[in-house]
C-alpha cells in the first residue's frame, strides 16, 4: 500500500528513524486530510494507550468506546446509524487504511524499501543519499547486514560505487564496511562482488572523506579474512600502505587507519605463521615509516603506530639492528617517553597519555630483549 510505504515510524532495533521514499510528496496531501481526522490524532498521540497498536477493528473500536464521553458516543452511534451501506464501507476502509499506516515494519522490510529505491534509476539524488542513510543505520546489527546480503543489498551498493556522485561513493563505502564488520559470511560476498579493487581506487580520491571511509571499509573486508588479505597484496596494498605512512600530507584520520591496519595485518599473520609472510613486514623503509609515526603530536597515531610496532617486533624476520640502526627506535621510543610526560601534566589528557605510556614501556622491553636476544646469536 502506498501509504504504508510512504509513511513510516519505526520503532524496532532502529528506534527514531522517519522512513520517507520518493513517494512522500505525492502523498502528502492525503495524509494531511488523515491528520485533521481528531480520532486518528487522539490514537497517534495516546502511546500509553496503544502498546504496540491494536490487532484488530473490533479492539480498536473497543479502545474507543472506553475512552469516550457517553453523550457524544450515544450521538456518534446515531450518526452511523444514518450512514448509507456505501459510506459506511468507506468509514471502514479509512479505518482499516489507518491500521495499516500504524503498524510498524519490521528492520528487514525497511532495508527492502531502501534497496527497491536505490534500483529505482528516477529517483533523485536527495531521496538515494535518503535511501543510504536509512541502511547506514540499519545494518549495525549483525543480523541486519546478514539480512542485507540475502536482499541483494550488497550488490547495489557495490555498484553504487562507481556512481559519480562523491556522497554516494562515500556512503556506499561506509555501508558495505559496517556490514563486513567482523562478519565473514558478509565479507566473503562482498569481496566475491570485487569490490576491493573499487575501494582501493577510491583510497587515493582526492576527496578525503571518500578515501578515509573507503580504506575503513578496506580494513573492515580483510580483517582477520586471510583470503581478502592475499586480494589485498594482490592489487598492491602493500604499496598503497608504505605511501600513505610515508607522506606527511595525508590526512591524520587516512594515516590512523592505514597504521591500524598493519597492526591487524600483523596480528593476523602472527596467528597464522603457516601463511608465507608478506615482504612488506621486512621492508626497511616500511619499518622505518612506521616508527616515524611515533613522532606526530597526535597520541590517538602514537598509540596505533606502537601498537603495530609491537606485533612487526615479533616477527624472526624483523631485525633488532635494522630497526635500531635505520629505523632508530631506540631513539624514538626515548623521544616518546620525554614527549607523554609533559603531556601527563595536562589533567584533560593524563589517563590516555598514562596509557600510552604503558604501551611504550611495553615495546620497548619486547624491543631490547630482541636486541640481546640479537646479539647473543652474533656471539654463538
Same mark, same amino acid.
Given at each position: 500500500? $502506498?501509504?504504508?510505504?510512504?509513511?513510516?515510524? !519505526?520503532?524496532?532495533?532502529?528506534?527514531?528513524?522517519?522512513?520517507?521514499?520518493?513517494?512522500?510528496?505525492?502523498?502528502?496531501?492525503?495524509?494531511?486530510?488523515?491528520?485533521?481526522?481528531?480520532?486518528?490524532?487522539?490514537?497517534? !498521540?495516546?502511546?500509553?494507550? %496503544?502498546?504496540?497498536?491494536?490487532?484488530?477493528?473490533?479492539?480498536?473500536?473497543?479502545?474507543?468506546?472506553?475512552?469516550?464521553?457517553? $453523550?457524544?458516543?450515544?450521538?456518534?452511534?446515531?450518526?452511523?446509524?444514518?450512514?448509507?451501506?456505501?459510506?459506511?464501507?468507506?468509514?471502514?476502509?479509512?479505518?482499516?487504511?489507518?491500521?495499516?499506516?500504524?503498524?510498524?515494519?519490521?528492520?528487514?522490510?525497511?532495508?527492502?524499501?531502501?534497496?527497491?529505491?536505490?534500483?529505482?534509476?528516477?529517483?533523485?539524488?536527495?531521496?538515494?543519499?535518503? $535511501? &543510504?542513510?536509512?541502511?547506514?543505520?540499519?545494518?549495525?546489527?549483525?543480523?541486519?547486514?546478514?539480512?542485507?546480503?540475502?536482499?541483494?543489498?550488497?550488490?547495489?551498493?557495490?555498484?553504487?560505487? !562507481?556512481?559519480?556522485?562523491?556522497?554516494?561513493?562515500?556512503?556506499?563505502?561506509?555501508?558495505?564496511?559496517?556490514?563486513?564488520?567482523?562478519?565473514?559470511?558478509?565479507?566473503?560476498?562482498? %569481496?566475491?562482488?570485487?569490490?576491493?579493487?573499487?575501494?582501493?581506487?577510491?583510497?587515493?580520491?582526492?576527496?578525503?572523506?571518500?578515501?578515509?571511509?573507503?580504506?575503513?571499509?578496506?580494513?573492515?573486508?580483510?580483517?582477520?579474512?586471510?583470503?581478502?588479505?592475499?586480494?589485498?597484496?594482490?592489487?598492491?596494498?602493500?604499496?598503497?600502505?608504505?605511501?600513505?605512512?610515508? !607522506?606527511?600530507?595525508?590526512?591524520?584520520?587516512?594515516?590512523?587507519?592505514?597504521?591500524?591496519?598493519?597492526?591487524? &595485518?600483523?596480528?593476523?599473520?602472527?596467528?597464522?605463521?603457516?601463511?608465507?609472510?608478506?615482504?612488506?613486514?621486512?621492508?626497511?623503509?616500511?619499518?622505518?615509516?612506521?616508527?616515524?609515526?611515533?613522532?606526530?603530536?597526535?597520541?590517538?597515531?602514537?598509540?596505533?603506530?606502537? $601498537?603495530?610496532?609491537?606485533?612487526? %617486533?615479533?616477527?624472526?624476520?624483523?631485525?633488532?639492528?635494522?630497526?635500531?640502526?635505520?629505523?632508530?627506535?631506540?631513539?624514538?621510543?626515548?623521544?616518546?617517553?620525554?614527549?607523554?610526560?609533559?603531556?601527563?601534566?595536562?589533567?584533560?589528557?593524563?589517563?590516555?597519555?598514562?596509557?600510552?605510556?604503558?604501551?611504550?614501556?611495553?615495546?620497548? %622491553?619486547?624491543?631490547?630483549?630482541?636486541?640481546?636476544?640479537?646479539?647473543?646469536?652474533?656471539?654463538?
Amino acid at each position: 500500500m $502506498a501509504i504504508g510505504r510512504a509513511e513510516r515510524v !519505526n520503532n524496532s532495533s532502529s528506534a527514531g528513524l522517519f522512513w520517507s521514499t520518493a513517494k512522500e510528496d505525492e502523498d502528502q496531501p492525503r495524509k494531511a486530510e488523515r491528520n485533521d481526522d481528531s480520532t486518528a490524532a487522539a490514537i497517534v !498521540n495516546d502511546h500509553d494507550e %496503544l502498546d504496540g497498536g491494536f490487532s484488530s477493528i473490533d479492539g480498536m473500536l473497543q479502545w474507543a468506546i472506553g475512552h469516550s464521553d457517553p $453523550a457524544k458516543l450515544k450521538e456518534t452511534a446515531q450518526d452511523v446509524q444514518r450512514l448509507s451501506p456505501s459510506e459506511l464501507k468507506k468509514r471502514q476502509m479509512e479505518i482499516k487504511e489507518l491500521m495499516e499506516k500504524l503498524k510498524t515494519p519490521s528492520d528487514a522490510q525497511l532495508i527492502q524499501i531502501a534497496i527497491d529505491d536505490l534500483n529505482n534509476s528516477t529517483l533523485s539524488l536527495e531521496d538515494s543519499q535518503r $535511501a &543510504l542513510q536509512e541502511l547506514l543505520i540499519l545494518v549495525e546489527p549483525i543480523d541486519n547486514a546478514n539480512d542485507l546480503s540475502k536482499l541483494g543489498g550488497l550488490s547495489v551498493l557495490v555498484g553504487q560505487l !562507481n556512481h559519480p556522485d562523491t556522497d554516494i561513493r562515500k556512503i556506499s563505502a561506509w555501508i558495505l564496511g559496517k556490514a563486513s564488520q567482523n562478519n565473514p559470511l558478509v565479507q566473503k560476498q562482498v %569481496l566475491e562482488l570485487g569490490a576491493l579493487s573499487k575501494l582501493m581506487k577510491m583510497v587515493k580520491s582526492s576527496f578525503v572523506e571518500e578515501a578515509v571511509k573507503a580504506l575503513y571499509t578496506v580494513s573492515s573486508l580483510i580483517r582477520n579474512n586471510l583470503a581478502g588479505q592475499e586480494m589485498f597484496y594482490v592489487e598492491a596494498g602493500d604499496l598503497m600502505l608504505q605511501d600513505i605512512l610515508g !607522506n606527511s600530507s595525508f590526512d591524520i584520520r587516512l594515516r590512523r587507519k592505514a597504521v591500524s591496519l598493519v597492526g591487524d &595485518l600483523a596480528k593476523c599473520q602472527l596467528e597464522n605463521m603457516h601463511k608465507v609472510e608478506p615482504p612488506l613486514f621486512c621492508d626497511r623503509f616500511f619499518l622505518k615509516s612506521v616508527v616515524d609515526l611515533t613522532a606526530s603530536a597526535d597520541l590517538d597515531l602514537q598509540e596505533k603506530a606502537l $601498537a603495530a610496532i609491537k606485533n612487526l %617486533l615479533q616477527f624472526r624476520t624483523t631485525e633488532a639492528l635494522v630497526l635500531k640502526d635505520f629505523c632508530g627506535l631506540d631513539t624514538a621510543l626515548e623521544r616518546l617517553r620525554q614527549q607523554l610526560q609533559e603531556v601527563m601534566l595536562e589533567e584533560d589528557q593524563r589517563d590516555y597519555a598514562m596509557d600510552v605510556e604503558a604501551l611504550r614501556r611495553e615495546v620497548e %622491553l619486547i624491543f631490547f630483549r630482541k636486541l640481546d636476544d640479537s646479539g647473543s646469536n652474533m656471539i654463538r
